[in-house]
């Protein structure tokens, strides 16, 4: 089975806006944003989940490939004006959808093999909490002890 892009923004809308309930703005007074908390949830784990850098280049990605789905595609300060504003939204949204991924019940995990610098002296290093999980080595470029889990 191919996924496309639209298919993926589909998929996160539904489960985000399930997760959201109703808004809880209607029925009060004042004017109904043009982009729901939803939709905005929704764009902005995309554009995490597709690695996209840049909220101008995501938007004109969006506006070229997404405009058909949604209603409103904000322009790029008002997208970081409502991204700002409901960053605890999108924590609460990432980690639900954390959450619900089957990755967070198996027992293999993937982790980055980036290595991290460590202590200046090797007696600091053995007394490391990394020590029964990683290997440390010297990092000859740098000068300077490193844990990895590569091997």
């Not at 002296?121 to 010297?138: C, H, M, P």
Request: glycine letters at 8%; aromatic letters at 8%; charged letters at 20%.
């Amino acid at each position: 089975m191919h996924a496309c892009l639209d298919d993926l923004v589909i998929a996160l809308y539904v489960t985000v806006d399930e997760w959201l309930g109703p808004d809880p703005r209607r029925g009060h007074p004042g004017r109904k944003p043009r982009l729901s908390d939803a939709e905005l949830v929704c764009l902005a784990v995309a554009q995490v989940l597709l690695g996209s850098p840049s909220e101008h280049q995501w938007l004109r990605c969006c506006y070229a490939r997404l405009g058909h789905l949604f209603p409103y595609l904000p322009n790029q300060p008002g997208y970081h004006k409502r991204l700002k504003g409901a960053r605890w939204l999108l924590g609460a949204a990432l980690a639900h959808l954390a959450t619900r991924s089957p990755s967070t019940l198996d027992r293999l995990r993937l982790l980055d093999a980036t290595p991290l610098p460590c202590a200046a002296s090797r007696q600091t290093v053995k007394r490391s909490a990394l020590g029964g999980w990683a290997d440390d080595g010297d990092c000859a470029s740098h000068s300077r002890w490193s844990w990895g889990l590569k091997r």
